[in-house]
């Protein structure tokens, strides 16, 4: 549901003054999405994956415990991964194409990425 005139009045208001009070939280705010938060998890996750392997292959003939704290860090990290990347494959096509504030997609990506984008919603459009 699009918003009125009132309140997209309202909500710029309330972006300029955001704006003003802290630029560096709204700069922050205006670029992350959804794949820049659930990548970084991602990448975080591999990372703790890996450790976990380390742990479990140099630890486990001395210490079983250790080999087991290795094996509790992987499935820690793994439950990370999934659930991350689950949340980035929800994320809709128009997020990833969206293009940023102030930005000419056509400028950067050439024409194609507007004629696929006509093609996409023509689809979207003929489904329902």
Same mark, same amino acid.
């Given at each position: *549901?699009? !918003?009125? %005139?009132? %309140? ?6 309330? %972006?300029?003054?955001? =704006? ?10 205006? %670029?992350? @999405? ?31 415990? !250790? ?5 509790? !860090?992987?499935?820690? =990290? ?9 949340? *980035? ?18 400028? @950067? ?10 093609? !996409? ?8």
């Amino acid at each position: *549901m699009p !918003l009125s %005139e009132h %309140e997209q009045r309202v909500l710029a208001e309330l %972006e300029e003054s955001l =704006s003003k009070q802290d630029p560096r939280f709204a700069k922050n705010v205006r %670029e992350t @999405n959804v794949y820049s938060h659930g990548g970084r998890r991602v990448r975080w996750g591999i990372a703790g994956f890996i450790a976990g392997l380390l742990i479990l292959i140099l630890c486990f003939s001395t210490s079983v415990l !250790l080999g087991l704290a290795g094996v509790a !860090l992987m499935f820690v =990290s793994a439950v990370v991964i999934e659930r991350n990347a689950r949340l *980035m494959g929800r994320a809709s096509w128009q997020d990833i194409t969206r293009p940023s504030q102030g930005d000419d997609t056509r400028a @950067n990506y050439g024409p194609r990425t507007s004629s696929l984008r006509d093609w !996409l919603s023509r689809q979207r459009r003929t489904r329902e």
